[in-house]
């Protein structure tokens, strides 16, 4: 019963309400959360996904995918630490982090 | 039938721990909320003998990530300021966004055939081998992605330099 | 108490409760006995340290310690748990209820979780997993962000900002205790810790008796003595400071969960790294495997307790500093090291061993001049009229 599509499953699930808290949500820290929610459910994908085939060496689909997964996490985390300058940055400025006031540039 | 009783219970705190995260009004509840489904999803990944992938998750996802956003939540706080609405004007929009898009993505699945095959355990040395053969180049330019990341981050906080203190 | 005590007991344990459960259970049944185990172990672990702790801190400041509540005041801890658990329980108004309750809770969680990885002896782990050390590593680091939620729960500035030191303080030492570690798994081959041991008990020696593995092993216990927040690295939680940090605003039982955490992850800790460098369960022949594991990993403990009654407190910048300036290049170092050992070593002989050593010692001095620099120069007195 428990092949690869139930983990798919639940990281569709995921995935879904990560797009809600990133369309939704109005401060910009929780779209960030959504952000890593979404790629956290990508990440299980992957991993599910090349479950199908059997572990060996060289770059052959389970290596590959889990390979795939740990650079998922890692370009995250930069991602992250990007994200989160440019919130303090403009909280620097404009003193809140609510992305509704963040519409300076207007035409 | 243990396996299944993992996998639901593990399912259970994801699913419960993204639903906190995006669905709650107090922001440092929401950054727990995140660090649950982080754990979670570790937990589903040592279901499937994915070892060294689920303690990098831990390691890095809710280690240092869960640890950089819960930092910017303590710090972002404004003492006295009443809880604004944290949802914007798009949340009919959104929620038809995630549910639509979910479903394509389970009806996708479900019609896909059903495999269950036992899950083999990749030893972390066919991991390491893989990068340091075949993923060379990406690997390094991953590092060369971390250092710019850390050096642009300094200075996009540092500020445009006038020291008011 | 022979060697095979526990083993013995947990597969009659075991073959009583398949008795009225199906086979395929017998996984289970096995992972929760040996939880049940770990989650003995760990508070009874840490009542037995509290009292060595007192006993031996007065003895190193000329008193007895605790005296009356037992031959020897065995019973102590007994009595301060009682004390704890009849405190009132104070949540300040404004603070966030399910966070105040929920947050002390979760502070033990990681520490007890690395109890299940450490080889307790001779085919005693309790998660033999092949990636063992990296979840050690991962178990130890979760507890970051759950020290920020204790922190913030009470809304009080003073919580906020030791929470956020405490978290600074474990990430900067997370990183050269994992690159310390990285050089065992570079010097064994496999990410297992029942592996290390069984490959000390392979080689011969301890991996603490080379050139690289001593000075791993100093920056890894440095790393957990400051991870764990005990003195000299307490700063975020002493109780002069901060008013007491981030765990100023909990009484009762919600402050000893803070410090069993704080215990059992020493703990934990110090017999981490007993089976890492100090070759775990490997020892003569005459005593149980469980012991002479104990035996190490109380003999560490005991230098974290000297410590504490010796070394005054660091400051928050210098800790940092301390982290960041000196143990990380250090340990980068010593993993240059660990690979040349494995080099040189093809030519055998002394100087195979003498020069890792004097390269390491000399870049050991170089990084603390450079640091004592730093530091005397931040502490200099400044002029009134100098700017900023």
């Known amino acids: ?101 963040f519409s300076i540039l207007k035409w | 039938m243990p396996v299944e009783v993992a996998f639901g219970v593990l399912s259970l705190f994801t699913l419960a721990g993204g639903v906190i995260a995006v669905g709650s009004r107090n922001m440092f509840r929401a950054a727990l909320g995140l660090m649950l489904s982080l754990i979670g999803v570790a937990g589903l990944f040592l279901l499937q003998n994915a070892q060294f992938l689920a303690a990098v998750q831990v390691l890095i996802f809710a280690g240092g990530i869960a640890v950089l956003i819960v930092y910017a939540v303590a710090l972002l706080e404004k003492p006295g300021e009443p809880l604004e609405a944290v949802f914007g004007k798009l949340v009919p929009v959104a929620a038809l966004t995630g549910a639509v898009v979910s479903g394509m993505v389970i009806a996708g699945i479900l019609k896909a055939a059903e495999s269950s095959s036992p899950p083999a ?45 | 108490m022979g060697e095979n005590f526990f083993i013995s007991l947990k597969s009659q344990l075991a073959d009583i409760a398949l008795a009225w459960l199906p086979a395929s259970w017998q996984p289970m049944i096995s992972a929760i006995l040996v939880s049940c185990a770990v989650m003995a172990f760990a508070p009874l672990t840490m009542m037995f340290l509290t009292w060595f702790e007192r006993k031996a801190v007065g003895r190193f400041q000329d008193r007895y310690g605790p005296n009356r509540v037992g031959p020897f005041g065995i019973f102590q801890p007994l009595a301060d748990g009682v ?159 901060l008013v007491a940090g981030f765990h100023t605003e909990y009484s009762g039982l919600k402050f000893a969960m803070f410090f069993m955490a704080e215990f059992t992850g020493s703990y934990a800790a110090c017999m981490f790294a007993a089976s890492l460098f100090l070759g775990g369960w490997i020892g003569p022949e005459f005593l149980p495997s469980w012991l002479i594991l104990q035996v190490k990993a109380m003999a560490l403990f005991f230098v974290m307790v000297w410590f504490r009654g010796t070394i005054p407190r660091f400051r928050t910048d210098q800790l940092l500093a301390l982290a960041w300036k000196f143990l990380f290049p250090m340990s980068v170092l010593v993993l240059v090291a660990t690979g040349a050992w494995y080099f040189l070593r093809m030519d055998s002989g002394i100087a195979a061993i003498i020069w890792p050593f004097l390269s390491l010692t000399l870049a050991w001095w170089g990084l603390s001049v450079v640091l004592a620099h730093e530091f005397i120069r931040a502490n200099r007195p400044r002029r009134a009229d100098n700017a900023g």
């Open chain 3, 83 to 241: 004390k704890m658990a009849q405190k009132e329980d104070i949540i300040p108004e404004g603070a966030d209820r399910l966070l105040h309750h929920l947050a002390p809770a979760l502070v033990v969680v990681p520490a007890f979780l690395m109890f299940i990885f450490v080889p307790f002896g001779r085919d005693m782990v309790a998660a033999d997993l092949d990636t063992g050390l990296l979840f050690f590593l991962a178990a130890s680091g979760l507890s970051a962000p759950l020290i920020i939620s204790g922190g913030w729960a009470p809304r009080n500035k003073f919580s906020v900002l030791g929470g956020l030191r405490a978290a600074a303080q474990m990430l900067a030492y997370a990183i050269p205790m994992a690159l310390s570690v990285v050089a065992v798994v570079m010097a064994t081959g496999s990410l297992s810790i029942s592996a290390v041991v069984e490959a000390q008990a392979r080689l011969g020696y301890w991996y603490v008796l080379t050139p690289w593995g001593a000075f791993a092993f100093v920056i890894f216990f440095l790393c957990t003595v400051a991870e764990a927040k005990r003195t000299p690295f307490d700063m975020p939680e002493a109780e002069s400071e």
């Open chain 1, 1 to 101: 019963m428990l092949g690869p599509m139930a983990y798919a499953v639940v990281a569709a699930l995921l995935f879904g309400l990560g797009i809600f808290g990133a369309l939704a949500r109005r401060h910009a820290v929780a779209v960030l959360i959504s952000i890593e929610l979404m790629l956290t459910a990508v990440a299980l994908n992957f991993v599910s996904f090349s479950r199908l085939h059997p572990a060996q060496e060289g770059l052959t689909g389970q290596v590959a995918g889990q390979a795939f997964a740990i650079f998922l996490i890692a370009v995250a985390a930069a991602e992250t630490i990007v994200a989160l300058a440019l919130v303090f940055s403009l909280y620097r400025s404009l003193k809140t982090a609510s992305l509704d006031r």
């Open chain 2, 121 to 165: 355990a990749v030893p972390a040395r066919f991991i390491g081998q893989v990068f340091l053969n075949h993923l060379l180049v990406p690997f390094e330019a991953l590092s060369l992605l971390l250092l710019s990341a850390l050096v642009g981050a300094l200075l996009v906080a540092r500020g445009s330099g006038e020291d008011k203190h």
